[in-house]
T-cell receptor, first 115, second 112 residues
Framework: EPEVTQTPSHQVTQMGQEVILRCVPI?????FYWYRQILGQKVEFLVS????????KSEIFDDQFSVERPDGSNFTLKIRSTKLEDSAMYFC?????????????FGDGTRLSIL | QKEVEQDPGPLSVPEGAIVSLNCTYS??????FMWYRQYSRKGPELLMY????GNKEDGRFTAQVDKSSKYISLFIRDSQPSDSATYLC????????????FGKGTKLTVNP
C-alpha cells in the first residue's frame, strides 16, 4: 500500500540553526500538509499546500516556517531559526483532493529535538 | 469550550472486550469525522472516515456520528492485544478549510 515517507526519523539541532524536514507524499496525491505534535499534546495543523502554493496556514506557521515542493516528489518544511519550543514530532500528510471527500494519510513523522 | 474533547484515558481492557471510544465537539460546521490509530513512535494511521451522521462498519470497527449531540464514537469488537495504541479522533468542515482538528487521543491497552 502506498505510504507517506519522512526523513530523517530524528533530527537534533542547536537552537538558532536552520532545519529542513523532508517528506515524500503518496504519488498521485495533490494536497500536502504539515502537522506537529508537542509531547503530551494534540496533533496541530501547521500548513496545507496545493498547486505550488500555501492554501491555508495556522497561527503557529509564522515567518520562521516555510514549505516547498522542490521537485515532483519531495515536500519540505524549513524552520529558519529554531527555538526550544519547536521541539516536537512533525508529521507530513497528503490527500488525493482537497474537497474533504478524500482522507489525509500521514507519515511516521520526524522527531525534532532542539538543544 | 475546547473545539474537540477526548478522554485521554488510559483505558485498559481484557482481550475480547468491546471497546468504546468517544469524542465531543463544539463546532457545528464539522462534517467529516475520522478515527486514526497511532502506535508508539509512529504516525496516525487512518482507521475510519465518515461523512455527516450515521454509522460505518469495517470489520471489527464501527464508527458512529451523532451530529445533533456533537458526539462521535468508535467501537472495537473482540479487541486484540494488537489493538493496543492511542486512538485519535479528527474532524473537519465541508468545503473551505482542509485543517484537521484532532482530539488529544485515548491510550488503549488490551491485555491478553
Amino acid at each position: 500500500e502506498p505510504e507517506v515517507t519522512q526523513t530523517p526519523s530524528h533530527q537534533v539541532t542547536q537552537m538558532g540553526q536552520e532545519v529542513i524536514l523532508r517528506c515524500v507524499p503518496i504519488s498521485n496525491h495533490l494536497y500536502f500538509y504539515w502537522y506537529r505534535q508537542i509531547l503530551g499534546q494534540k496533533v496541530e495543523f501547521l500548513v496545507s499546500f496545493y498547486n505550488n502554493e500555501i492554501s491555508e496556514k495556522s497561527e503557529i506557521f509564522d515567518d520562521q516556517f516555510s514549505v516547498e515542493r522542490p521537485d515532483g516528489s519531495n515536500f519540505t518544511l524549513k524552520i529558519r531559526s529554531t527555538k526550544l519550543e519547536d521541539s516536537a514530532m512533525y508529521f507530513c500528510a497528503s490527500s488525493e483532493s482537497g474537497q474533504g471527500s478524500q482522507p489525509q494519510h500521514f507519515g511516521d513523522g520526524t522527531r525534532l529535538s532542539i538543544l | 469550550q475546547k473545539e474537540v474533547e477526548q478522554d485521554p484515558g488510559p483505558l485498559s481492557v481484557p482481550e475480547g472486550a468491546i471497546v468504546s471510544l468517544n469524542c465531543t465537539y463544539s463546532n457545528s460546521a464539522f462534517q467529516y469525522f475520522m478515527w486514526y490509530r497511532q502506535y508508539s513512535r509512529k504516525g496516525p494511521e487512518l482507521l475510519m472516515y465518515t461523512y455527516s451522521s450515521g454509522n460505518k462498519e469495517d470489520g471489527r470497527f464501527t464508527a458512529q456520528v451523532d451530529k445533533s449531540s456533537k458526539y462521535i464514537s468508535l467501537f472495537i469488537r473482540d479487541s486484540q492485544p494488537s489493538d493496543s495504541a492511542t486512538y485519535l479522533c479528527a474532524m473537519k468542515p465541508q468545503g473551505g478549510s482542509e485543517k484537521l482538528v484532532f482530539g488529544k487521543g485515548t491510550k488503549l491497552t488490551v491485555n491478553p
